[in-house]
């Protein structure tokens, strides 16, 4: 089960966000939270790559927070 540390710990591996993944809150958005469009985009890239998922665009632009991306990773496919 993915939770929300995993997704932090990634991003502070791969340098996305850098110096903001220590504070993100899980339910708030990650626009608000600072993120712009290339951490997005990175940050679904990699995990599309880590998690063996395809993320199209109509599901990337439903998980605005990391507690939407958890869920989504943990959804039965």
Do not use: C, F
Not at 20 to 35: F, P
Not at 64 to 71: G, P, Q
Request: aromatic residues 2%; without cysteine; hydrophobic residues 35%.
């Amino acid at each position: 089960m993915t939770t929300t540390n995993d997704i932090i710990q990634l991003m502070k591996a791969t340098g996305i966000a850098r110096g903001k993944a220590d504070t993100l809150a899980a339910d708030q958005s990650l626009d608000q939270q600072g993120l712009d469009s290339y951490d997005r985009m990175s940050l679904l890239t990699e995990l599309e790559e880590k998690y063996n998922v395809e993320l199209p665009n109509d599901v990337a632009r439903q998980l605005k927070t990391l507690n939407d991306i958890v869920a989504h990773l943990n959804e039965p496919r």
